[in-house]
Nanobody, 125 residues
Framework: VQLQASGGGLVQPGGSLRLSCVAS????????VGWFRQAPGKGREGVST????????WYADSVKGRFTISRDNVKNTVYLQMNSLKAEDTAVYYC???????????????????WGQGTQVTVSS
């Protein structure tokens, strides 16, 4: 199983980025897929998730209305569209999968078994 996260970069406040999480070895539609982030000196926090099956979606309060998670089952990819970026969004972003449907809600990193390598997002003027 391999998850490949990409799409990070340097962007000015108010800008946008789209992160991609491509999987090999598993079919992402059968898994809960989550985006997490870790800022310098802080723990890893859940940002957004999409469940298996009916595709329930969860967002952290800090990103609601600005970030959108989506799936492309044909490409076996999950995206995180990030708009209106703020300096406090600066972090390494990871995608991860969980086989337990309930873990889509208010996710904790210990609940997720497969992890991508992370992609750096820096929001700065």
């Amino acid at each position: 199983v391999q998850l490949q996260a990409s799409g990070g970069g340097l962007v000015q406040p108010g800008g946008s980025l789209r992160l991609s999480c491509v999987a090999s070895g598993i079919d992402l539609k059968d898994w809960v897929v989550g985006w997490f982030r870790q800022a310098p000196g802080k723990g890893r926090e859940g940002v957004s998730t999409v469940s298996d099956g009916d595709g329930k979606i969860w967002y952290a309060d800090s990103v609601k209305g600005r970030f959108t998670i989506s799936r492309d089952n044909v490409k076996n990819t999950v995206y995180l569209q990030m708009n209106s970026l703020k300096a406090e969004d600066t972090a390494v972003y990871y995608c991860a999968t969980s086989y337990l449907s309930i873990t889509y809600y208010d996710p904790k990193d210990v609940q997720y078994s497969h992890w991508g390598q992370g992609t750096q997002v820096t929001v700065s003027s």
